[in-house]
């Protein structure tokens, strides 16, 4: 009997020792992640950005398969927009936002037409009122062949609204042919 009382004060000992040091290997790691930066509202700016860091210079050196860090970047920018679940939250690369500038600013000008790629010509859909286009007489339908002596023939819809637009007062000479019509128009 004294044997298995001894066994149970050993065994007890035993779990009071785990039990001391799973409490004080709490402290210490939780008081090293607070001096870390990685304490809920604690954490700094400068933590985070090494954490990032570490983790893609990590992933460069032992990942299988080589990787675009530019691209890891957007991505994990694509990713954090995507968690704020705001549709309209988003990142612009330096070329998209100028295009938007340049769209909302009103520092352009253009013909006036709105315009598609139908079998393979680009194609006056709507001529805006009281626009140049429509004071030239060009109607829904009429193909636009040449822009400024360059045809138009392979062009996508953007490279001739590219090739259209300028600043307000500037001149464009555009050539289209009406279906039905034997003539071009200049």
Known sequence: MRSNRFEEKQQMRSRAIVVAAVFA???VSGGWLMQAGYAGTAVNPTARARLF???????????VDTVDEDDLYRKAVDGLL???HDPHSVYLPP????????STTGRYAGVGIQMDVRDGSITV??????????????VTGDRVVEIDGRSTRG????EAIKA????????????VERPGSPTRLP
């Open 82 to 84: 995507l968690e704020l």
């Open 95 to 102: 070329d998209r936002l100028a295009k938007l500038n340049e």
């Open 125 to 138: 859909v709507t001529p805006l009122p009281g626009t140049p286009a429509q004071r030239a007489g060009i």
């Open 53 to 63: 860091n570490e983790v893609l210079t990590r992933v460069e050196r032992s990942f």
């Open 164 to 175: 259209l637009r300028g600043t307000p007062g500037s001149v464009v000479h555009v050539v």
């Open 155 to 158: 062009w996508t819809a953007d």
């Open 25 to 27: 290997s709490a402290l």
